[in-house]
């Protein structure tokens, strides 16, 4: 196992990230945000820049930071709230040293559920931000 397989190894297990044909996916959960707010909770601020630390050591992996919410609340109040949060991770890593132009932030408000929205442990799931690491080096 070469370095940088052993540390993206080391980064999945740290915060429990899955490989995919995207890339290394890092899945920020609602633990890291209150129900209806975008700003990080102390957690949310430690696993960024676990991710920043594996960023800086890696300076040719881009990001793709993506922000969902659960179906409670309007439409367009969920997109702003998707954007909001995936914004939060990026300004966490920028502020961690990461290079802006290495990252994209996108909204996607109640869309692509990873759960049913049928009752609140399931809605919990799909308040998340997912932050897909580029396979390409």
Do not use: H, W
């Amino acid at each position: 196992m070469d370095a940088r397989t052993a540390q993206l190894k080391q980064l999945q297990d740290a915060l429990q990230a899955k490989q995919t044909e995207r890339g290394t996916v890092v899945t920020f959960g609602n633990v890291l945000f209150d129900f209806n707010k975008a700003e990080l909770k102390p957690q949310g601020y430690a696993n960024a820049q676990k991710l920043a630390d594996y960023l800086k050591q890696n300076p040719e992996r881009k990001v793709i930071v993506e922000g969902y919410t659960d179906s409670v609340g309007s439409d367009s109040y969920n997109q702003q709230l998707s954007e909001r949060r995936a914004q939060a991770i990026q300004t966490a890593l920028v502020s961690a040293g990461v290079e802006p132009s290495r990252i994209q932030a996108r909204g996607y408000g109640k869309n692509f559920p990873v759960a049913s929205n049928s009752n609140a442990s399931d809605r919990a799931l799909n308040r998340r931000v997912e932050v897909t690491i580029s396979n390409d080096a």
